[in-house]
């Protein structure tokens, strides 16, 4: 069974621009979280998606944006980088189903920022 | 809103030796679940073992176990005869069980655990 994918694995822009990361969910997996990992700063969250809708937002602004097609795979877009973006992005799934509770995680894409 | 503070920012040890990593947490949630996460320098962040907060019994996965104290609010990880592929960076994260089930992760800053030879 393959893992979470996720492209691309580097990233480099500059401030102003805008940056897209794509998540690709285990298969059956209907749930995609997106995830910061700035330097030290651990893990916080960003979105969670579900079914092709937004289910929850982490404590983060409006130019960060994201989305789930049809084959549950998630795209996130950063707008108007700024420097402090510069992380890498982790990308996690999960069956969705209440009796279910562990996300599995994809090897992430090391967001620059310059 | 959840925390997940994790105190020993860095921790090395003697291969074959136990090491125990400490985690706590603050919730006003009756449902819940913990985790102990790995990031080894590779980075894919792999699920180390799980505590369902309704069972008292605390968990273990091979070599890991837990030491859960849900009155303490305490949820800490041993790891025992410890070996190289452990290095890594070690995660504690906490999610409330919500209406859908899973719902997003709480993570504390993190413990860098070496295992030296």
């Known amino acids: 069974e393959a893992g979470v994918t996720q492209s691309p694995t580097h990233l480099i822009k500059t401030r102003g621009q805008q940056a897209t990361l794509r998540c690709s969910p285990i298969?059956?997996?209907?749930?995609v979280y997106w995830y910061q990992q700035a330097l030290g700063l651990g893990l916080q969250f960003l979105l969670w998606y579900d079914e092709g809708e937004e289910r929850n937002r982490g404590n983060f602004p409006p130019r960060f944006s994201g989305r789930q097609f049809p084959n549950y795979s998630s795209e996130l877009n950063v707008n108007a980088l700024e420097l402090e973006d510069s992380a890498l992005y982790l990308c996690?799934?999960?069956?969705?189903?209440?009796?279910?509770?562990?996300?599995?995680f994809g090897p992430g894409t090391r967001l620059t920022v310059l | 809103a959840q925390t997940v503070t994790q105190s020993q920012p860095e921790m090395s040890v003697q291969e074959a030796e136990t090491v125990t990593l400490s985690c706590t947490y603050d919730t006003s949630e009756n449902n819940y679940y913990l985790f102990w996460y790995k990031q080894p320098p590779s980075r894919q962040m792999i699920l180390v073992i799980r505590q369902e907060a309704y069972k008292q019994q605390n968990a273990t996965e091979n070599r890991f176990s837990v030491n859960f104290q849900k009155a303490a609010k305490s949820f800490s990880l041993k790891i025992s005869d410890s070996q190289l592929g452990d290095t890594a960076m070690y995660f504690c994260?906490?999610?409330?069980?919500?209406?859908?089930?899973?719902?997003?992760?709480?993570f504390g800053t993190g413990t860098r655990l070496t295992i030296i030879p």
């Open positions: 994260a906490f999610m409330k069980r919500g209406s859908f089930g899973n719902e997003k992760l709480t």
């Open positions: 996690a799934s999960s069956p969705g189903q209440p009796i279910y509770n562990e996300q599995f």
């Open positions: 298969s059956g997996h209907t749930s």
